[in-house]
């Protein structure tokens, strides 16, 4: 490790220990908040270890999530809170991979289109099964406090962010980088860029199913229509693009603004938060190409600095 790696997970570590902090100092409003900007930092990083070196936009965050929040729902009554989440991401990375082998021959639009409407189709399953089996949603009643899930989603904040930096230095890394450049040219070094590819999805599908799992305590009642919201997954592209998917840090710098913007909007104007999905949109497509990393490096440059 470099000096200034060194230093940049020094500060990490400080930076996460401040936000641990925030249930035993902060208010009820703003551990909810903190939870919430900690469900989006997490499914924004993971989202972008995929999407930003391969350029692969995906809008299958909702379906992993769903599948996530009913693992819970099924199993809280008979396994431990805690084993929920690992058989969630377990089941989530199987089914990255199932759909990876499928779509990622796929490309542009044609792949983006398949991701949306993945989480349509695992919603009508799911429904389709509780109309069979006459169950409309279920509780999910535990102990598990919105402290706990909100540490719970810290830790798994810092493993994704250690795992981003440790595939960051690590050939896959550096062949997903290469495809996102130019697939064919990977292909004629001989990467096999099908493995790769689905490889690497497997980890954001994981990871928002173990989140899907984490909250699902914080809904208490769970359905198809709001376990598999397509709205999810526009949420996290956008704060992910929104900071910027060129550092791993970036999709958090997203987040924090996008998340209390959008607070003030529901709170304020409910009917206005479409309105602002798609001025995020243009935002980041004729102001933010790049997101905020993109404007830092831009600045950094033009003042001597090094990106």
Same mark, same amino acid.
């Given at each position: 490790m470099t000096t200034r790696e060194i230093r940049n997970f020094i500060i990490a570590a400080a930076?996460?220990?401040?936000c641990a902090l925030l249930p035993v100092y902060g208010s009820p409003y703003w551990l909810t908040m903190g939870t919430t900007m900690a469900m989006f930092a997490v499914l924004a990083t993971s989202w972008a270890l995929f999407s930003g070196p391969t350029h692969y936009i995906s809008l299958a965050t909702a379906a992993f999530f769903g599948v996530g929040t009913f693992v819970t729902g099924l199993g809280f009554q008979s396994l431990p809170f805690w084993a929920l989440p690992l058989i969630a991401a377990g089941i989530g990375a199987v089914l990255a991979a199932l759909v990876g082998l499928v779509t990622l021959r796929l490309s542009g639009v044609y792949f983006v289109i398949f991701t949306l409407g993945l989480a349509?189709? =695992? *919603? /009508? %399953? =799911?429904t389709w099964v509780q109309n069979q089996t006459g169950?409309? &949603?279920?509780? =999910?009643? $535990?102990?598990? $406090?919105e402290r706990e899930i909100y540490w719970m989603l810290v830790g798994l904040g810092a493993l994704v962010y250690l795992l981003g930096w440790l595939i960051g *230095?690590? *050939?896959?890394?550096f062949a997903l980088r290469i495809i996102g450049n130019d697939e064919t040219v990977a292909k004629h070094l001989g990467i096999d860029t099908a493995l790769a590819k689905v490889a690497l999805f497997m980890v954001p599908g994981a990871v #928002? #199913?173990?989140v899907g799992a984490m909250l699902a305590p914080r809904y208490i009642y769970i359905e198809p229509a709001t376990a598999f919201a397509p709205?999810?997954?526009? /949420? =996290? %592209?956008?704060?992910?693009?929104? &900071? &910027? $998917? &060129? *550092?791993l840090w970036g999709p958090i710098a997203g987040v924090i603004p996008f $998340?209390?913007?959008?607070? %003030?909007?529901t709170r304020q104007a409910p009917n206005q938060t479409l309105l602002l999905l798609g001025i995020a949109f243009l935002l980041i497509v004729y102001v933010l190409p790049g997101g905020f990393v993109g404007l830092w490096d831009r600045l950094r440059r033009r003042y001597g600095g090094q990106p």
């Open positions: 930076l996460l220990a401040l349509e189709m =695992v *919603r /009508q %399953v =799911v169950h409309r &949603g279920m509780y =999910v009643l $535990t102990s598990i $406090t *230095r690590s *050939r896959l890394g #928002a #199913a173990a709205l999810l997954s526009f /949420q =996290v %592209v956008i704060m992910a693009l929104l &900071g &910027g $998917t &060129g *550092r $998340t209390l913007l959008w607070e %003030v909007i």
